[in-house]
């Protein structure tokens, strides 16, 4: 499987009045064809900053300030504003939670999906509005040709997170970044969203980015999922490796405070702590390390990320 | 529809408080145009004339008798019918203000939103500038200033003495606004002369209503930039033109037009003083000098016109926000 998206060392920092926020701190992981990583963690653990920030729509106050992220052998992090701004919507897209706020009130979602399709694929007006037409049939939208000219006010969540992804898959991307796309919908529409995302990401080979705080969501709907903890990746494995055999201990904290069906909810068990403040200057190398209860002496000493199985990689010392 | 009968109301109560008003006011009328000399017969003859001696109520039932047959009643300083008086010079009123307000959003607009766009910027700043001196210069003070710099200083712009210099005839009447009916009449002299005339009192007019509009385009313009369908539009890769035109502005414009609005009230009312000092023959000046007067009838009329006028540009606001807004056309 050759890798879409190829990120190393991949490290983002925001400068702000009360300090440097060290957001991102050496990411890295890849995403190959057709496939769905999820991207997992707590609020404030960078999942959507790392997704901003590889599509170079980080506020001025965020700069990458190490680390490379080649996309279909392209360095996004070498990119000019102008080059990036033609991948962005053409080879790299993206789709949003709360799809209402995401979509222009004021243009009918048709318009706003052939926008998109003028900007990529130089298609005329006309052109582009049939290919919008298209585009929302693909989506599963009824009565595509008259709904292309409603606004989003005048369609349900769930057909708007659809009109999004119409907009982001509009010009065949390499590469889908799904940002909290369910959260708001209600359950039934939830599925029916990721089979859709499932089933364009089947015909086109695209690969997905599924970021989420939703373990079940994503250990459904991915294939790896990576684990997310103030700015470091902490675990990275396979769906069913990482479900069965957790390594490290933030892993299995997380999946012990997640529901299932068959637990019972007294079961579950918060994880203690906090994370830590990112704006410190001697942040610890293991960034759990005040939460973790196998924390050794040599923690603090270093970090690094090992191979600990074929598909199983971790940032931990003393691995459960 | 609605919207119209709902500012019936503020109609009537406008129509009582200006009669009232006027009646209140210092000053006699009788003895105003009894003249100096005048016995203290004449002057009671006059006011009996009048019916200045007769009971408010019984006073105020005449004239509310008069307006429902658009008698607005006679002025007294001019001898004419005060509807006839106002409809001559409200559109020299009209084209003034509307002038000053396409100046003033003619550089307000693209002021505020390169402001936003580029906080921190030269225009940024400039934004600031304008906007600090645009509320603290009365329209008066830029008026006189601007007469004395471009005409008494530079010798660049005519003497402020109305709608044309002396030479120049006013253009075959179509719709009343001079500028227009000249360039309709191909009368190009005409209309150098009635631009030249227009020019500094319409800048006045420009320079106190660029602020408001400035400052809400910019923060307007800035809310937008903040909000979540700007950021999905960047990551869609759409050029930053399309981004800030098509999808920013035309929602910026929303608050933008709703502050026109008010602006162009503010205008009507700063009018007056503008065309006092600039010698238009508007409504606003006419206003003024029957009030000096104590003439009654042409304040009334005034008042109630401005009234009319506020009800009409509401309506139009409304229109045009329906027209930007499909949301506002579904509620």
């Known amino acids: ?320 | 529809m609605w919207r119209l009968a709902g500012s019936l109301p503020a109609l009537v109560a406008v129509i009582i408080v200006t009669f009232v008003l006027t009646r209140v006011l210092p000053g006699d009328t009788a003895t105003y145009f009894a003249g100096p000399t005048a016995s203290a017969e004449s002057i009671a003859q006059i006011r009996a004339a009048l019916g200045l001696d007769r009971p408010l109520p019984e006073q105020f039932w005449s004239y509310v008798q008069a307006l429902a047959r658009g008698d607005l009643g006679m002025s007294l300083t001019t001898g004419q019918p005060v509807l006839v008086d106002i409809m001559n010079r409200l559109p020299a009123s009209a084209e003034l203000t509307l002038f000053g307000l396409l100046i003033a959003m003619g550089i307000a607009i693209p002021l505020g939103v390169l402001a936003a766009v580029k906080q921190g910027s030269l225009a940024d700043h400039l934004c600031r500038v304008v906007v600090t001196a645009g509320v603290s210069l009365p329209v008066f003070f830029t008026g006189l200033l601007l007469v004395y710099v471009f005409y008494y200083l530079l010798g660049w712009s005519p003497a402020p003495v109305g709608r044309l210099d002396a030479f120049a005839s006013a253009p075959p009447f179509i719709t009343g606004f001079y500028l227009v009916d000249a360039a309709l009449a191909r009368d190009w002299e005409t209309w150098h002369s009635a631009l030249a005339q227009i020019i500094l009192p319409a800048c006045t007019l420009g320079l106190f209503a660029l602020a408001p509009i400035a400052r809400i385009t910019r923060a307007s313009m800035l809310a937008v930039l903040g909000a979540e369908f700007i950021r999905t539009a960047r990551a869609s890769g759409l050029s930053s033109r399309t981004i800030i035109l098509t999808y920013a502005l035309r929602n910026a414009l929303l608050p933008v037009v709703t502050t026109l609005g008010m602006v162009f009230s503010f205008l009507l009312g700063a009018n007056v003083l503008v065309e006092k000092v600039f010698a238009w023959p508007g409504i606003g000046s006419y206003a003024v000098e029957a009030l000096i007067a104590s003439d009654g009838a042409p304040v009334q009329g005034f008042v109630l016109t401005m009234a009319i006028l506020y009800v009409l540009l509401n309506l139009t606001i409304d229109l045009v926000n329906r027209a930007l807004d499909p949301r506002a056309r579904h509620s």
């Open chain 1, 1 to 320: 499987m050759s890798a879409v998206l190829d990120v190393s060392d991949f490290s983002v920092e925001f400068r702000t009045r009360s300090g440097i926020v060290r957001a991102l701190d050496r990411v890295a992981f890849t995403v190959g064809r057709g496939e769905t990583m999820a991207l997992v963690g707590e609020s404030g653990s960078g999942k959507s900053v790392t997704a901003y920030a590889l599509l170079g729509l980080l506020d001025a106050a965020g700069k990458i300030t190490q680390g490379r992220a080649v996309l279909e052998g392209v360095d996004l992090t070498a990119a000019s504003p102008g080059e990036l701004a033609r991948i962005r919507g053409k080879r790299a897209a993206m789709i949003f939670q709360n799809p209402r706020a995401a979509l222009n009130p004021i243009r009918p979602i048709g318009q706003q999906i052939a926008d998109v399709l003028r900007r990529h694929a130089g298609l005329s007006k006309r052109d582009a509005m049939a290919g919008a037409i298209d585009m929302l049939r693909q989506v599963g939208i009824p009565d595509p040709a008259r709904r292309a000219s409603a606004y989003p006010f005048e369609l349900s969540g769930g057909m708007c997170q659809r009109v999004m992804i119409a907009i982001a898959v509009a010009t065949r991307p390499a590469l889908l970044i799904a940002d909290e796309p369910t959260t708001g919908l209600d359950v039934t529409t939830q599925a029916v969203v990721m089979d859709i995302v499932a089933k364009l990401a089947s015909e086109t080979g695209m690969a997905t980015i599924l970021i989420t705080h939703d373990l079940a969501l994503a250990a459904e709907r991915s294939a790896r999922i990576a684990v997310m903890h103030a700015g470091h990746i902490v675990e990275d494995a396979a769906t069913k490796t990482l479900l069965a055999n957790p390594r490290h201990p933030y892993t299995r904290r997380l999946l012990a405070a997640t529901p299932t069906a068959a637990g019972a909810l007294s079961a579950l068990r918060s994880i203690p702590g906090n994370l830590p403040d990112l704006r410190r200057d001697d942040l610890p190398p293991c960034r759990f390390a005040a939460r973790c209860d196998r924390r050794l002496p040599g923690c603090d000493a270093g970090l690094v990320w090992r191979d600990i199985a074929p598909a199983q990689r971790i940032a931990c010392w003393n691995p459960t």
